[in-house]
């Protein structure tokens, strides 16, 4: 029996500084910092901890679309967070490199949050996907902000972990937000 290698694992800690350096970039282009405790690269979980608002954001008495828009707020952000760490490893780390293996070991998972959460058919969710991935491709494809993803990686390994308060600083001191 062969053991299949996990392509997604990160090969070292510039790579995961990348990955979340990425991940912070697609926060700030989603309004979401705010929806975020901190990021750290020394996190033994997720390295993204979000705040109670982002899984208790809606009331008891809000209405069932309001509840399920909700839904699907997180699940932009976090289908984004995951693209947006791959293209930024990919197309800015990596100089180039093809992320289409990465990305397809990743629709799974998308695939599997949008039926579970979202009760999400299989064609809403290749939309969704396609256009998240198409919005995400159109940031880390631009060359103007690779200086900026190169800066943020090297604070995330200097400091370790940025609040969401910090995360918007130091992308504001970039000249990013």
């Not at 939309?127 to 991935?133: A, K, Q, S, V």
């Not at 919005?135 to 200086?147: C, D, G, H, K």
Request: hydrophobic share 40%; aromatic share 8%; proline share 3%.
């Amino acid at each position: 029996m062969s053991k299949k290698k996990n392509i997604l694992a990160y090969r070292n800690e510039d790579d995961r500084c990348y990955g979340l350096a990425g991940m912070a970039i697609s926060l700030a282009t989603l309004d979401a910092i705010d929806r975020v405790v901190e990021i750290s690269i020394d996190a033994k979980g997720p390295m993204v901890t979000f705040s109670n608002e982002f899984f208790w954001g809606s009331s008891q008495s809000a209405s069932p679309k309001a509840s399920w828009q909700r839904l699907m707020q997180n699940y932009q952000i976090t289908t984004s967070l995951a693209l947006a760490n791959v293209l930024s490893r990919c197309l800015i780390r990596d100089k180039g490199s093809d992320p289409a293996e990465m990305l397809a070991e990743l629709m799974p998972v998308i695939k599997a949050e949008g039926r579970e959460v979202c009760e999400l058919e299989d064609d809403e969710i290749h939309n969704f996907y396609d256009n998240t991935l198409m919005r995400a491709n159109r940031i880390f494809s631009n060359r103007r902000i690779y200086p900026v993803v190169d800066e943020l990686a090297r604070i995330l390994a200097r400091r370790r972990t940025l609040s969401g308060r910090e995360i918007a600083e130091e992308l504001h001191y970039l000249r990013l937000i």
